[in-house]
């Protein structure tokens, strides 16, 4: 390539390849994605912090109501200190709740759901965090959900979340609940946002 044309190539893509940084792991194959990425105001230790406090998300999150840390057996403990290979008993609303939440807001009933997964990634040097749904075999349901924190530019806390549904009960979950599901990163990363900022202040 000429000099000439790889500078206009930095100038055409550098751009973009610099917005589009990620620190979430390359995705798996799968057949539904649900996804959101928010740029926070604040340092990324307070967000870290924050993202690992299951026991403050109902005050804020409008989608995982309630996570609680469990041993092998899915008994709850008494150190809530996310560690892998820990279990955890989430509480979502799909569709997310209508935001803003508190402590006392109430579920729909209608809508939510209970599942038990594995934490299988605490990372706080990568500032990555995973778990895994693990109540049915992986060839009925198979999905890891990440989240992840990165500093892009000095204006930007990076904050990401993905999900990947992998196999059977996924082609169930794209058809009746995909739009819920993504309403929920949507609304999830959004509230996270607003909660962490307001720690910052
Ligand atoms: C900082 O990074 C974020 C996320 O990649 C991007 O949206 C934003 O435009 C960047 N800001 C600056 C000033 O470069
Ligand atoms: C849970 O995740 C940890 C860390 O990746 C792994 O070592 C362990 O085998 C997993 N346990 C189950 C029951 O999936």
Same mark, same amino acid.
């Given at each position: 390539m000429r000099p000439t044309s790889t500078l206009f190539t930095a100038l055409l893509f550098g751009p973009l390849l610099a917005t589009c940084q990620s620190n979430l792991p390359p995705p798996s194959a799968g057949i539904f994605t649900a996804q959101a990425s928010i740029c926070i105001q604040a340092p990324i230790e307070l967000a870290w912090t924050a993202l690992l406090?299951?026991?403050?998300? $109902?005050?804020?999150n409008p989608f995982a109501r309630s996570m609680k840390v469990a041993n092998g057996l899915g008994v709850v403990l008494d150190d809530q200190t996310p560690q892998e290979n820990r279990r955890l008993w989430i509480q979502a609303q799909i569709p997310p709740?209508?935001? $803003?939440?508190?402590?006392n807001t109430p579920p729909n009933v209608l809508h939510s759901q209970v599942s038990f997964e594995n934490i299988t990634t605490i990372d706080s040097t990568t500032r990555r965090a995973s778990w895994r749904a693990i109540m049915l075999p992986d060839i009925l349901l198979d999905a890891e959900r990440w989240s992840a924190l990165s500093v892009p530019n000095s204006s930007c806390t990076l904050y990401e979340s993905r999900e990947v549904f992998g196999s059977l009960v996924s082609l169930l979950v794209d058809l009746s609940m995909a739009p819920g599901l993504q309403k929920g990163f949507e609304y999830q990363a959004a509230e996270y946002k607003r909660y962490v900022e307001g720690l910052a202040i």
């Amino acid at each position: 390539m000429r000099p000439t044309s790889t500078l206009f190539t930095a100038l055409l893509f550098g751009p973009l390849l610099a917005t589009c940084q990620s620190n979430l792991p390359p995705p798996s194959a799968g057949i539904f994605t649900a996804q959101a990425s928010i740029c926070i105001q604040a340092p990324i230790e307070l967000a870290w912090t924050a993202l690992l406090d299951f026991a403050s998300y $109902p005050k804020w999150n409008p989608f995982a109501r309630s996570m609680k840390v469990a041993n092998g057996l899915g008994v709850v403990l008494d150190d809530q200190t996310p560690q892998e290979n820990r279990r955890l008993w989430i509480q979502a609303q799909i569709p997310p709740l209508e935001p $803003p939440v508190n402590e006392n807001t109430p579920p729909n009933v209608l809508h939510s759901q209970v599942s038990f997964e594995n934490i299988t990634t605490i990372d706080s040097t990568t500032r990555r965090a995973s778990w895994r749904a693990i109540m049915l075999p992986d060839i009925l349901l198979d999905a890891e959900r990440w989240s992840a924190l990165s500093v892009p530019n000095s204006s930007c806390t990076l904050y990401e979340s993905r999900e990947v549904f992998g196999s059977l009960v996924s082609l169930l979950v794209d058809l009746s609940m995909a739009p819920g599901l993504q309403k929920g990163f949507e609304y999830q990363a959004a509230e996270y946002k607003r909660y962490v900022e307001g720690l910052a202040i």
